[in-house]
Nanobody, 124 residues
Framework: QVQLVESGGGLVQAGGSLRLSCAASGRTFSNYAMGWFRQAPGKEREFVAAISWSGGTTYYADSVKGRFTISRDNAKNTAYLQMNSLKPEDTAVYYC?????????????????WGQGTQVTVSS
């Protein structure tokens, strides 16, 4: 089992930036691909970005491509989401998760363990 704790959320103005962190403990972090998802009030949880276990391959939702960057530091057992050019529609609770060995990177059902979430609010 893996425990995940997100941090780095907050309130920013449109056009600003935030970096989210996801600190992992428990099972060896490097064994897992990682993903970021988000959920706005009244909306379904949606895929944001993912990264392979080695960090060599990344995946992004079309809505964030070119603005967000996912990365990981296995030595620190931490994954990151750098968010630039933020828009009000990016406002949501952001969750990190560890991925099963099989399944699509784009769907939440492919992820095994989840953090508690961190709030990101983007004002106009």
């Amino acid at each position: 089992q893996v425990q995940l704790v997100e941090s780095g959320g907050g309130l920013v103005q449109a056009g600003g930036s935030l970096r989210l962190s996801c600190a992992a403990s428990g099972r060896t972090f490097s064994n897992y691909a990682m993903g970021w998802f988000r959920q706005a009030p009244g909306k379904e949880r949606e895929f944001v970005a993912a990264i392979s276990w080695s960090g060599g391959t990344t995946y992004y939702a079309d809505s964030v491509k070119g603005r967000f960057t996912i990365s990981r530091d296995n030595a620190k057992n931490t994954a990151y989401l750098q968010m630039n050019s933020l828009k009000p529609e990016d406002t949501a609770v952001y969750y990190c998760a560890t991925k099963y060995y099989s399944g699509s990177y784009y769907y939440q059902g492919a992820y095994a363990y989840w953090g508690q979430g961190t709030q990101v609010t983007v004002s106009s």
